[in-house]
Nanobody, 119 residues
Framework: QVQLVESGGGLVQPGGSLRLSCVSSVDIKSIYQLGWYRQGPGDIRGLVASIRNTGEIEYRKFAEGRFTISRDNAKNSVNLQMNTLKPEDTAVYFC?????????????WGQGSQVTVSS
C-alpha cells in the first residue's frame, strides 16, 4: 500500500495561487500514475491532472493553462501548482497513486486538502 501525505491547501483570494504537495511512502518511479483529483460540495470526485512515470501528462480542460502538475523523484513527491484561482476551484483536493500489478490495478489516496477561493 502506498501512503500519501498532502500539504499546501488553504484560503486564497480569487486570482491568487496555491501549491499542493503530496509525498509518497514508496519510490514514485514504481508508481505508474500520480494524479490530483478534487471534490466540490455536492460533487463527485473528479480528475484535475495526472502524470505518468513515462512523463505523459493529462489535464482536465478547466485546469489547462492555470494548473501545473510535476513529479520530484528525489523527494518522492507530486506537486500541483495552481494559479489564477477562481471561486469554482473551491474543493477538497486529493492526491492519487495508481500502481499496476500483473493482474490488478490499485489506487491509493491522500487524506485530502481543503482549497477555498474566496474574497
Amino acid at each position: 500500500q502506498v501512503q500519501l501525505v498532502e500539504s499546501g491547501g488553504g484560503l486564497v483570494q480569487p486570482g491568487g495561487s496555491l501549491r499542493l504537495s503530496c509525498v509518497s511512502s514508496v519510490d514514485i518511479k514504481s508508481i505508474y500514475q500520480l494524479g490530483w483529483y478534487r471534490q466540490g460540495p455536492g460533487d463527485i470526485r473528479g480528475l484535475v491532472a495526472s502524470i505518468r512515470n513515462t512523463g505523459e501528462i493529462e489535464y482536465r480542460k478547466f485546469a489547462e493553462g492555470r494548473f501545473t502538475i510535476s513529479r520530484d523523484n528525489a523527494k518522492n513527491s507530486v506537486n500541483l501548482q495552481m494559479n489564477t484561482l477562481k471561486p469554482e476551484d473551491t474543493a477538497v483536493y486529493f492526491c492519487n497513486a495508481q500502481v499496476n500489478y500483473t493482474s490488478s490495478i490499485k489506487h491509493d489516496w491522500g487524506q485530502g486538502s481543503q482549497v477555498t477561493v474566496s474574497s
